[in-house]
């Protein structure tokens, strides 16, 4: 229903920085909440951060908290994630998801590979 492309994953080291983005086509971004992901390996797929519609109400799992920021651009059909200070246990596949507003996430990106060494 819409198609998400992320970009910006990679390898860092403790204490350093990303800024994954996730470009949207397909749909109405605007009226769209948009969430940030990650999947570890051999474990479920986790909550991370999440976008209302204008960016007024964003939410954060308790790993994100003060140290990665989401961010979007309505006019861009995209939404970011500020990742500082990572830590080795950052280290996942992040995907970002769209959601229709209180509404389950019904699309996903293929994701980006975000490594932090130690």
């Known amino acids: 229903q819409v198609q998400l492309v992320e970009n910006g994953g990679g390898l860092v080291q403790a204490g350093g920085s990303l800024r994954l983005s996730c470009t949207a086509s397909g749909r109405t971004f605007s009226t769209l909440t948009m969430g940030w992901f990650r999947q570890a390996p051999g474990k479920e797929r986790e909550f991370v951060a999440q976008?209302?519609?204008?960016?007024?109400?964003?939410q954060y799992a308790d790993l994100a908290k003060g140290r990665f920021t989401i961010s979007r651009d309505n006019d861009k059909n995209t939404v970011a994630l500020q990742m500082n200070s990572l830590r080795p246990e950052d280290t996942a596949v992040y995907y970002c998801?769209?959601?229709?507003?209180?509404?389950?996430?019904?699309?996903w990106g293929q994701g980006t590979q975000v490594t932090v060494s130690s």
């Open positions: 976008s209302n519609w204008n960016g007024a109400d964003a």
């Open positions: 998801a769209a959601a229709v507003q209180y509404g389950p996430y019904f699309d």
